[in-house]
């Protein structure tokens, strides 16, 4: 294993225990009040603080795809505009969201708190369907979505020379170390550097995880909760897009993935989708300085799935952290109600050396 040095990192994965710049996330413990990975991630996403300031104020805007379609992308903390009409670069930070995630989602709001203290603007892309609004293409988005993210990556890019930080959220992330994997060198041209928080880097593991006992009775039923509606308006949108009967009565990801996320973006099916889509395989093809940071107790995400410490050949240049305690971007800390600083910090102060 090597050290990231100042022309980029060597060859090698360290592991959370040796990773330079951990901070506190590479030995992170939960509070002995919130113990177990299932409630490390229910407590963050319902009762823990996101920020101590004023919510972030986002300004929204419209971007239409080359296919005709449209995203949606949040900015904060812009530089204000000096005389002339003219805005002073600002650091951006970028952050792709999770399964049915948006601007307004937990950790997006820790992040935005994180960026906002160090003065760096920070924006949130939505994947399609996630603004709040359906997409007009047959197609919404998955966990391979890698050329959407150049595409946004390039845009946002073209907009200042400022440098650029991009972290994704648990599918965000899968679909970002894909992007930085198919990039290869010319990533360095869009982004400094890249993080994955809790990404299911290995989909199948986690799909299968996340199907079964509890997972399926509370995770995978909140998801289809919202994927489903949002399949069938797209069914309406464009009758016989799909099979609706066999949607109707998915009660699994799998399920749910066979019929809907897999087709509609190119993959033959649900496995199919799982092996391609999946960012762990490439991981050595990565250039650019690179994190994933994995909780060992995340419900969604089996620990033996987990890219192993001390493999190059399987993880390439990646820097692993994997704190034992997390769960699913569950990182409280403090006294109750908690507060979801440590991951936010940790995460830019390790961007900020790149």
Not at 22 to 47: E, H, I, K, Y
Not at 291 to 308: C, G, K
Not at 309 to 336: C, E, K, S
């Amino acid at each position: 294993m090597a050290a990231t040095s100042p022309e980029g990192p060597q060859p090698g994965a360290r592991s959370a225990q040796d990773a330079p710049g951990a901070g506190g996330l590479a030995s992170f413990r939960s509070p002995r009040w919130l113990p177990g990975g299932n409630l490390q991630t229910v407590w963050a996403a319902r009762m823990a603080a996101t920020r101590r300031g004023p919510a972030p104020l986002f300004r929204r805007e419209r971007w239409d795809t080359p296919d005709g379609d449209f995203i949606d992308v949040d900015f904060a903390f812009e530089a204000p505009l000096q005389p002339g009409g003219t805005a002073e670069p600002k650091p951006l930070l970028v952050l792709f969201h999770g399964l049915e995630g948006s601007s307004s989602g937990h950790y997006s709001l820790a992040v935005a708190e994180e960026a906002r203290r160090r003065g760096w603007a920070y924006a949130v892309p939505h994947f399609r369907g996630c603004s709040g609004e359906l997409n007009r293409a047959p197609r919404a988005y998955h966990s391979g979505d890698f050329e959407e993210i150049g595409w946004i990556l390039a845009r946002l890019r073209a907009r200042a020379p400022a440098p650029m930080w991009v972290v994704g959220i648990s599918l965000g992330g899968n679909a970002l170390m894909r992007w930085a994997a198919e990039a290869g060198q010319a990533a360095g041209a869009l982004a400094r550097a890249v993080v994955s928080v809790c990404s299911p880097l290995d989909l199948a593991a986690a799909g299968q995880a996340i199907d079964r006992g509890f997972n399926r009775l509370v995770y995978a039923r909140m998801f289809l909760a919202t994927m489903k509606p949002k399949a069938l308006a797209k069914l309406a949108q464009h009758p016989g897009l799909f099979d609706g009967q066999r949607l109707r009565q998915a009660r699994t990801l799998r399920e749910f993935d066979d019929v809907f996320t897999g087709p509609l973006h190119g993959f033959a099916g649900t496995d199919d989708y799982w092996a391609r889509a999946s960012a762990q395989p490439h991981l050595p093809r990565i250039c650019i300085p690179a994190l994933a940071v994995n909780a060992r107790n995340d419900p969604f995400i089996p620990a033996h799935s987990l890219p192993r410490p001390g493999q190059p050949h399987q993880t390439g240049r990646v820097v692993l952290w994997q704190p034992a305690h997390g769960g699913h971007v569950g990182f409280a800390d403090g006294a109750p109600p908690g507060h979801l600083r440590t991951m936010p910090r940790a995460v830019l102060d390790w961007l900020a050396q790149h």
